[in-house]
T-cell receptor, first 112, second 117 residues
Framework: GDSVTQMEGPVTLSEEAFLTINCTYTATGYPSLFWYVQYPGEGLQLLLKATKADDKGSNKGFEATYRKETTSFHLEKGSVQVSDSAVYFCALAPGSARQLTFGSGTQLTVLP | DSGVTQTPKHLITATGQRVTLRCSPRSGDLSVYWYQQSLDQGLQFLIQYYNGEERAKGNILERFSAQQFPDLHSELNLSSLELGDSALYFC????????????????FGSGTRLTVV
């Protein structure tokens, strides 16, 4: 079945450091890929998405590129802020379906 | 406020009991999804409804059931509760039922934290 593998956390960075959170997936067909962010005590918020190979999703300085050849969708940000501290989830939606398969989540803490 | 409303926010109940979680989708959204977030299983899809009809089923236990009403709100019923059912239950909504109808991901509520003691 479909699955998403995420980089194990927790990840701790200093403010203005470069961030990469790795995500690889296994799916049949052509899934849509997503990054969601969960702040403490809140629900998940869509951070960015990509619906086909080579698409780049971007939002709030975060970027991820849909790489079909490596089945990856790594999340990057050039300069993190304390306010980026949260749990980040990589997810896929297979084919024409809408239900999401999530990775295990990566806790990010950014120190001032 | 995401526009998806879940009640109650917290629920504490005893083993063997039955509870009902409620979700009101964002205005205009026809699909409702239920997810369970637990420490050992992570985030798992339970079930999807679209305009009152069950559309997809995931890892939902037979002790759990759901429905979507004509006003589009949804309820998740959990019965014969066990300690292992303690988790955060999220509802999400989207406009359509399939990818072709809505490419923007969907909107999550803030969840109901269920504690079974």
């Amino acid at each position: 079945g479909d699955s998403v593998t995420q980089m194990e956390g927790p990840v701790t960075l200093s403010e203005e450091a470069f961030l990469t959170i790795n995500c690889t997936y296994t799916a049949t067909g052509y899934p849509s890929l997503f990054w969601y962010v969960q702040y403490p005590g809140e629900g998940l918020q869509l951070l960015l998405k990509a619906t086909k190979a080579d698409d780049k999703g971007s939002n709030k300085g975060f970027e991820a590129t849909y790489r079909k050849e490596t089945t990856s969708f790594h999340l990057e940000k050039g300069s993190v802020q304390v306010s980026d501290s949260a749990v980040y989830f990589c997810a896929l939606a297979p084919g024409s379906a809408r239900q999401l398969t999530f990775g295990s989540g990566t806790q990010l803490t950014v120190l001032p | 406020d995401s526009g998806v409303t879940q009640t109650p926010k917290h629920l504490i109940t005893a083993t063997g009991q039955r509870v009902t979680l409620r979700c009101s989708p964002r205005s205009g959204d026809l699909s409702v999804y239920w997810y369970q977030q637990s420490l050992d299983q992570g985030l798992q899809f339970l079930i999807q409804y679209y305009n009152g009809e069950e559309r997809a089923k995931g890892n939902i236990l037979e002790r759990f059931s759901a429905q979507q009403f004509p006003d589009l709100h949804s309820e998740l019923n959990l019965s014969s509760l066990e300690l292992g059912d303690s988790a955060l239950y999220f509802c999400a909504s989207s406009v359509g039922a399939g990818r072709g109808q809505d490419n923007y991901g969907y909107t999550f509520g803030s969840g109901t934290r269920l504690t079974v003691v």
